[in-house]
């Protein structure tokens, strides 16, 4: 039996993150993250409403009715974004994530970026690039690495 040729690191954990992101009950971006350290996944989340709320499929997207653009006010959206789940399973479980990686399907925007710098997340590996400049300049200046993989 012939064997096909591994994915990288890299490849594996965000495949996995899209995997995660079949979970997410957005209407206008599935996404999906996994916080790994020493290539041992930590714990993973997707964009949905808090537990046992209503998700944006059952009660529609505020924002897609009021046409706000990507990007923009976060604060009237019912979603826990991808990221915060996943800090949220990591502290729900006691599971220290100082040091790990991120592997998310669309680059954090500048809400998840403060955070991750906070809780001391060293690299962001993502697919997709999202319109927040102010993301990519903290992250600079925290010396956050953001990284896009160009294979998936």
């Known amino acids: 039996m012939t064997r096909g040729k591994r994915p990288s690191w890299d490849s594996y954990f965000m495949q996995m993150a899209h995997v995660v992101a079949g979970r997410s009950t957005c209407l206008r971006r599935q996404v999906g993250s996994v916080i790994v350290k020493d290539k041992q996944i930590l714990s993973t989340g997707y964009n949905g409403s808090p537990s046992g709320l ?4 059952e009660v529609g997207c ?5 046409g706000v ?8 959206c019912r979603a826990v974004h991808a990221e915060q789940n996943a800090l949220v399973q990591a502290a729900k479980h006691g599971v220290a994530i100082r040091g790990a990686d991120l592997y998310v399907t669309h680059q954090p925007c500048a809400l998840c970026t403060k955070l991750l710098i906070n809780v001391g997340v060293k690299r962001v590996v993502y697919v997709h690039s999202y319109p927040d400049q102010l993301a990519v300049d903290m992250a600079r200046e925290a010396g956050l690495e953001f990284e896009q993989l160009t294979e998936s």
């Open 54 to 57: 209503q998700h944006c499929d």
């Open 62 to 66: 505020l924002r897609q009715s009021l």
């Open 69 to 76: 653009p990507s990007g923009e006010r976060h604060e009237i």
